[in-house]
């Protein structure tokens, strides 16, 4: 429907959208032989449904024990596809033969849900919403994000790939420091109770020079 709208129903003139609109509501309702009650009529809202089938709007909170394939359907699907083969115009990616699912880390994945991705391509906007804290459109936990991420690792990428609530956290938090920040921590520490001793030694060594004189 939307490419009907797209390339031909939004040219119309208000006349004639009057008048489709007119004849379709002069038709019957009308059901075929084997259903029960006409097309139009089938369906009811049920939040169950929106949680399967991945309709919940965004900004609802979604559960916390939803599986990994309830969350794509959820945050996922309406982009990269209900199979993950993103668009044909690649406008949004595949998410199989994709090095961000592909690779031997899962970080980049990761980060890419966490943080979103936003650039500027030959004058075109290009834009994945993050789901981490700062979302616009869904924040999602530690937990919900290893689910998602594991699932479409499974399905679309590298299966040996595993993600845990808490490289997640990590993540979140700016990822793992390199080894020389973490030598530079206790480093800087030892060097200034050093100063402070070296200080202390001073003050004591100037002490007893002044009682003796």
Not at 117 to 130: A, I, Y
Not at 131 to 139: E, L, R, T
């Amino acid at each position: 429907m939307a490419e009907a709208v797209t390339n031909s129903l939004q040219h119309l003139h208000d006349a004639d959208i009057e008048a489709i609109i007119t004849y379709l509501q002069s038709l019957p309702a009308h059901a075929q032989s084997h259903q029960a009650k006409a097309t139009g009529d089938f369906g009811q809202a049920s939040n169950v449904d929106t949680e399967v089938r991945g309709t919940a709007g965004l900004g609802i909170a979604l559960p916390q024990e939803m599986s990994g394939k309830a969350l794509y359907d959820s945050a996922c699907a309406s982009c990269h596809q209900p199979d993950g083969q993103g668009t044909p115009d690649h406008f949004y990616p595949s998410l199989s033969h994709n090095t961000a699912t592909g690779g031997n880390t899962p970080n980049n994945l990761v980060s890419a849900i966490l943080f979103g991705v936003q650039r500027e391509v030959k004058g075109k906007e290009v834009l994945m919403p993050s789901f981490g804290p700062d979302s616009q459109v869904q924040a999602l936990s530690n937990k919900q994000i290893a689910s998602l991420s594991n699932y479409i690792f499974q399905q679309y990428g590298n299966p040996d790939l595993q993600v845990t609530p808490e490289q997640v956290t990590a993540l979140r938090q700016g990822g793992e420091q390199p080894l020389l920040a973490r030598i530079a921590g206790p480093a800087t520490l030892g060097g200034a109770v050093l100063v402070v001793l070296i200080i202390v030694l001073l003050v004591i060594r100037r002490s007893r020079k002044k009682s003796r004189g």
